[in-house]
């Protein structure tokens, strides 16, 4: 991912909402409207950001698993489910679910966002690996999907603010470091767009390029309006 860190995105000739992929991501994106707008009235996390980051995660999927998608996503109308190296639909990694959860306790850290989100996540059970993998993959519920996702936006907003570097309205900036993980996330002046490179349809794109075309787009406007993190 790393060595992809700064390729840009192929805005000129967008083919990233086009066919049936996009239209299959639309149709299964508005199914879960209401649990994302849930996050947002919970974080503060606007839906359209959290949507931003989907739209990238599971255009990857389909383009580049295309039998999966022809057999499963396509005819169903289906959200990408992942459970390997990175999991449930927004690609989540467990190494990085467990920083979310540290983070939210730790009121040393720069990512701490107070006393009020401290509790997000506690546990119900001793097996908190397992409840984890649960909660992310879940088929038929995918708040927990959302809300870590949220919370790791809201983390590094806050950090970047704590070091007087707002990146609030720089939605390819903070789909970057959505992408790339909390120890790349270094504020500074004049942060670079960047992350994985996405190929869809021969036309290269970077997860922050991508991400921001969406949140740029008019597309699902009414169900996700384009404000800014508060």
């Known amino acids: ?3 992809s860190y700064f390729i840009q995105s192929a805005t000129s000739t967008q083919t990233w909402n086009t ?3 996009w239209e299959t991501l639309k ?3 508005i ?3 209401d649990v994302i707008q849930k996050v947002e009235s919970e974080t503060g996390i606007t839906a359209r950001l959290i949507v931003a980051q989907l739209v990238v995660e599971q255009l990857r999927l389909y383009h580049s698993n295309r039998e999966l998608f022809k057999k499963i996503f396509y005819p169903l ?3 990408g489910n992942q459970n390997q190296f990175s999991w449930g639909i927004m690609g989540i990694k467990e190494s990085t679910a467990k920083q979310i959860e540290e983070h939210l306790k730790n009121t040393g850290s720069p990512f701490y966002l107070g006393k009020q989100f401290e509790h997000l996540l506690n546990f119900e059970t001793k097996d908190e690996d397992n409840e984890r993998f649960t909660r992310i993959t879940k088929e038929d519920g995918r ?3 959302y809300l870590y996702t949220a919370l790791y936006i809201k983390q590094v907003l806050i950090q970047w603010e704590k070091a007087s570097f707002p990146i609030n309205n720089k939605i390819d900036i903070v789909s970057t470091l959505y992408n790339i993980g909390f120890e790349h996330s270094q504020p500074k002046e004049n942060p670079q ?4 490179l ?3 349809k021969g036309v290269p794109y970077s997860f922050g390029g991508l991400a921001k075309d969406f949140y740029d787009s008019n597309e699902m406007i009414d169900l996700f309006p384009r404000t800014y993190p508060r």
């Open 1 to 3: 991912e790393q060595q």
């Open 19 to 21: 066919g049936e992929e």
């Open 27 to 29: 149709l299964a994106i």
């Open 31 to 33: 199914k879960d409207a």
């Open 77 to 79: 109308k289906l959200l």
């Open 143 to 145: 708040y927990y999907s």
């Open 193 to 196: 767009s960047g992350g994985a």
């Open 198 to 200: 996405i190929e869809i």
